[in-house]
């Protein structure tokens, strides 16, 4: 009998693969429909219990992961501590969601839009459907996103571009601290010391250190790219506000 729970995959994870693409196309409508009825949700006496749903899921999702990890004896410093970007976005994301901070909303905004759409599209993912940690991952990362775009849509949350910047800054001091760890205890965390052995959108970069240089770069341009369409909509406002 095939082994769907198990630390060794039944069947590897392939890019572009059809169980692959019917997952992001699941979670194109879900966004989609998200933001369709936006204004349901807003007016809906269940807003904030979906929001707790959602802080609820993506704590037991880590949690979960990290019992996985310990029931298939292979936890472990290097590769199991939640220090990859979309692994402390999940364990930041209740806690933008239970106490609505808008300083977690501006940091969280940018990684769940910027990078976990990233990690969603070209995923370091070892375990192809229908294993366990499949479902884990695109639960837990797809989560990250709606808990952004809820936050957006429905609470009324918006990124400014002083957000780009706090953002920007943040994620440097954070990649800092978690470089320090990596040299500590030789892990990889982040991808500071070197690329995924997975394909990732990382291959199209330059060899380790330079890659480093290029995603600051990139970075920032997929921030600002992310606060475009504020950025876009404020001036169409103001444009038909000095009309009148």
């Known amino acids: 009998m095939k082994d769907y729970f198990g630390a060794y995959p039944v069947e590897g994870f392939e890019m572009l693969s059809t169980s692959h693409v019917v ?38 999702l880590e949690v979960i992961l990290q019992i996985w990890y310990i029931t298939n004896g292979i936890w472990s410093l290097q590769y199991s501590l939640p220090l990859h970007l979309c692994s402390m976005a999940i364990l930041l994301g209740p806690v933008m969601l239970i106490t ?15 990078g976990t759409t990233q990690a ?19 639960i837990a990362h797809s989560l990250i996103v709606f808990s952004c775009l809820w936050m957006t849509f429905v609470e009324g949350f918006r990124p400014t571009l002083k957000s780009v910047v706090r953002a920007f800054l943040f994620t440097n001091l954070y990649a800092a601290f978690v470089l320090v760890v ?50 876009i ?8 506000s000095n009309s009148f």
């Open 23 to 60: 997952v992001l196309f699941i979670i194109a409508a879900i966004i989609w429909g998200l933001y369709y009825f936006r204004i349901h949700f807003q007016e809906s006496p269940y807003k904030n219990s979906i929001r707790i749903i959602l802080a609820v899921l993506l704590i037991l």
């Open 100 to 114: 609505r901070k808008y300083y977690l909303y501006e940091v969280l905004f940018f990684w769940g839009i910027g």
């Open 233 to 240: 909509a404020d001036k169409r406002n103001k444009s038909s």
């Open 182 to 231: 990596n040299i500590l205890i030789g892990s990889n965390y982040l991808y500071l010391l070197h690329k995924p052995d997975k394909p990732t959108i990382l291959d199209f970069l330059q060899p380790w250190p330079w890659y480093l240089v290029q995603l600051e770069i990139i970075a920032l341009i997929v921030c600002f790219l992310c606060y475009l369409p504020f950025m």
């Open 120 to 138: 969603i599209l070209t995923p370091d993912l070892w375990y192809g459907f229908p294993h366990f940690i499949f479902f884990q991952y695109f």
